[in-house]
């Protein structure tokens, strides 16, 4: 099993700063690849950024050059963070993470959802 719990959401001015942080706990060596997504009010959930194993990184258009996702499994942990700068009002959403990593079996994958955050941008 594996469980993530997110922080470091808030409300924060236009132009601002926020840095969200998801910490895994269970079976973390599994994980392959780790992701953060968001959900704004009527909106679909879209991915905002996607991190591999080996370090791949993918971002939504609208956040390249301005979030930065990053893994961290030293010391024991595994936590995946989103550095957002020069926040915008329509990066409003409640932003969750997320972890797919491998399990025995046919099904071979599982992913494991974050309960969200919310980031507010607003003046």
């Known amino acids: 099993q594996m469980q993530l719990v997110e922080s470091g959401g808030g409300l924060v001015q236009p132009g601002g700063s926020l840095r969200l942080s998801c910490a895994a706990s269970?079976?973390?060596?599994?994980?392959?690849?780790m992701a953060w997504y968001r959900q704004a009010p009527g909106k679909q959930r879209e991915l905002v950024a996607h991190i591999t194993d080996d370090g791949t990184t993918t971002y939504l258009d609208s956040v390249k050059g301005r979030f930065a996702i990053s893994r961290d499994t030293a010391n024991y942990k595994d936590t995946v963070d989103l550095q957002m700068n020069n926040l915008k009002p329509e990066d409003t959403a409640v932003y969750y993470c997320?972890?797919?990593?491998?399990?025995?079996?046919?099904?071979?994958?599982?992913?494991?959802w974050g309960q969200g955050t919310q980031v507010t941008v607003s003046s």
């Open positions: 269970g079976i973390t060596f599994s994980i392959y690849a």
């Open positions: 997320k972890a797919d990593y491998r399990v025995p079996g046919p099904v071979g994958t599982e992913t494991e």
